[in-house]
């Protein structure tokens, strides 16, 4: 089991560009999020699903889009990069109340 | 709204004495409560939950204290060594709400050596 597996490792995009960050899992767990964490903060939700075709938003939902078309994938997607979302991108999957977390995906946006 | 805060950004401890970690939520329909521990460039990594029924919960060096009436998680690690530096977080999962985990800011633990 690879677990969680999220790509690229390592990203810098200029403003305006979009960009999909990937993520995906082999425990065939339905509940999937994404979510970020910036310097000296807690990680804040994104987006989640709770299952294939079923996505909803979090606490920052602006500026991403998801979608969920198989169990195993979660993309999201930044449709017109700022430097706001300079962060570091953590996909969590969950089941039976324990989320295992990637390693995070860190996008720098000049 | 939902918030989970911890009281204090950073913990230096000796290596040796004992670590509290400590927690305040302010979401009373809370009903499970978990700690993770994140390393330097690493995602979060569980170290142990409890569920709103209990008040206290025992893994190996660590316990979770959780006061219902005050709204308050404690993290304990017995014996802090070197390998436990890292950031703490508390997350909370609000019953009903499709299981969304709501995170804390995160303690930085420091173990001298």
């Known amino acids: 089991n690879a677990g969680v597996t999220q790509t690229p490792k390592f990203q810098v995009l200029k403003t305006g560009q979009s960009m999909t960050l990937q993520c995906a899992q082999d425990?065939?767990?339905?509940?999937m999020s994404w979510y970020r964490q910036d310097p000296g903060m807690g990680l804040r939700l994104i987006h989640y699903?709770?299952?294939?075709?079923?996505?909803d938003q979090g606490e920052v939902p602006n500026g991403y889009n998801v979608s969920r078309s198989t169990t195993e994938d979660f993309p999201l997607r930044l449709l017109s990069a700022a430097p706001s979302q300079t962060s570091v991108y953590f996909c969590?999957?969950?089941?039976?109340?324990?989320?295992?977390f990637g390693s995070g995906t860190r996008l720098t946006v000049v | 709204g939902e918030s989970v805060g911890l009281h204090l950004p950073t913990l230096s401890v000796q290596e040796g004495d004992n670590s509290i970690i400590n927690c305040a939520y302010s979401?009373?329909?809370?009903?499970?409560f978990i700690w993770y521990k994140q390393e330097s460039e690493k995602g979060p990594q569980f170290i142990i939950d409890?569920?709103?029924?209990?008040d206290k919960r025992q893994g190996q060096r660590v316990t979770v204290l959780l006061n219902k009436t005050v709204k308050h998680l404690s993290l304990q690690i017995a014996a802090t060594q070197p390998g436990d530096s890292a950031v703490y977080f508390c997350?909370?999962?609000?019953?009903?709400?499709?299981?969304?985990?709501?995170f804390g800011q995160g303690t930085t633990l420091q173990v001298k050596p």
């Open positions: 425990m065939n767990h339905e509940y």
């Open positions: 997350a909370e999962i609000v019953s009903g709400n499709t299981g969304k985990l709501i």
């Open positions: 699903s709770v299952g294939a075709g079923i996505t």
């Open positions: 969590a999957t969950r089941r039976r109340g324990g989320y295992t």
């Open positions: 409890i569920r709103s029924n209990m």
């Open positions: 979401n009373s329909a809370s009903d499970y």
